[in-house]
């Protein structure tokens, strides 16, 4: 089994920054692609963020520009870097983590969700 522990949400004036932080654990045998998504009250969940473990990364048109995904592989954690926050980027912060696990062949397939972190910005 994989775990995911999210931290680095919070409450931010409008114009702050915030740094999320999602750390896989268990018996990892290799991670494909990992990402944040959010979700805010009344909608359904979105992309906010993708990496894929050669480093390509693809954002939601609303964060481009103001966010940084990026992950260290020897640690099995990913990043958010979110910047200019707005009002508007008040959710629940998921992380998404993709890969294999086990500790011998054959290995099987996983895909994980953090428990979701908040972020609340203040106009």
């Known amino acids: 089994q994989v775990q995911l522990v999210e931290s680095g949400g919070g409450l931010v004036q409008a114009g702050g920054s915030l740094r999320l932080s999602c750390a896989a654990s268990g018996s990892i045998f290799s991670i494909k692609a990992m990402g944040w998504y959010r979700q805010a009250p009344g909608k359904q969940r979105e992309l906010v963020a993708t990496?894929?473990?050669?480093?390509?990364?693809n954002y939601a048109d609303s964060v481009k520009g103001r966010s940084t995904i990026s992950r260290d592989n020897a640690k099995n954690t990913v990043y958010l870097q979110m910047n200019s926050l707005k009002p508007e980027d008040t959710a629940v912060y998921y992380c998404?983590?993709?890969?294999?696990?086990?500790?011998?062949?054959?290995?099987?397939?996983?895909?994980?969700w953090g428990q979701g972190t908040q972020v609340t910005v203040s106009s």
């Open positions: 990496i894929t473990s050669d480093g390509r990364t």
């Open positions: 998404n983590v993709a890969g294999r696990f086990g500790t011998r062949f054959p290995v099987n397939e996983f895909d994980s």
